[in-house]
């Protein structure tokens, strides 16, 4: 069997089994599928450490598919372990790269798009999330990863009292808040370090497919957390649309029930947008 299939295959025996009798015991299942018995890794795939279960020598390559951001084919690997996918990209990965996409991006987004209409589709988003939270009152919001502090300025007209944004590049953040002179509870970082208290609600829109070692920025996202706090992700599924240069990791269910079972994260629902190939996440610590 191609191994491309093969993998997918034991994918869906994965899903089966978990779905029926639990994660433990699906991947102790997962040895007797040879989902870990897949061809092995040559020498020259050993590139990197899988950032989220740290394995080295399960890395395998999975096929080629084309990078929007180079136009050219980009090779893309599956951790045998975790089950994660791997762009490339991620042998080049670049902090500086990630900020200048990052500016481009929300600046042409504030300069040229109507801020009252996004600001408003935040509103509606943060309210489908709300009754996850419950009560609000008290608690404090963190938008980490937070573009142009859209979601920040949401979460405070919503009734958050103590709202926080954290992006490397926070001048477009102040830039937005310019435009919002009433909203004086939201301040924004460049490292959640700056944070002095715990937070209750975080927010990773878009964020952990940037990560380069998601188990560990997740691990110390949590000392940041308190005991019960709600963790709201989404991430964009493995689709040939969404890879590009600053797209690391692509998670699916096998992967992310690993990583959030080794992080202690109970998971409280997972949600699918199938038309623009998204996944949603919501966890409690």
Known sequence: MHLFSQIFFRLSQFMRVMNEEGFNVAIQKTKKFSLLKLAPARPYMNLFNCGVCDSRNDINILEHRYNHSTGKLSAIYICKKCCSIICDCI??????????????????????????NKIFECKKLMLSLQHYIKNINGKTFLDYGCGAGLMAIAAAELGFPHVYGVDWNIETCKKTLEKYPSATNIEFYTDVKSISSKVDVVLLWHVLEHISRPYSFL???????????????????????HIVNTHYYFFNEP???????????????IMYDSELAFM???LEK
């Open 91 to 116: 042998l080049h990965s670049s902090a500086s790269a990630q900020v200048e996409a990052s500016v481009e991006y929300y600046n042409n987004l504030i300069d040229k798009e109507d801020i009252e």
């Open 255 to 269: 992967s992310i029930y690993y990583l959030f079972n080794r992080l202690d994260l109970n998971i409280i629902d």
């Open 280 to 282: 949603t996440i919501i």
């Open 219 to 241: 691990k110390e996202l949590g000392e940041h957390l308190k005991k019960g706090s709600k963790i709201f992700i989404q991430i964009p599924q493995y689709d040939s649309r």
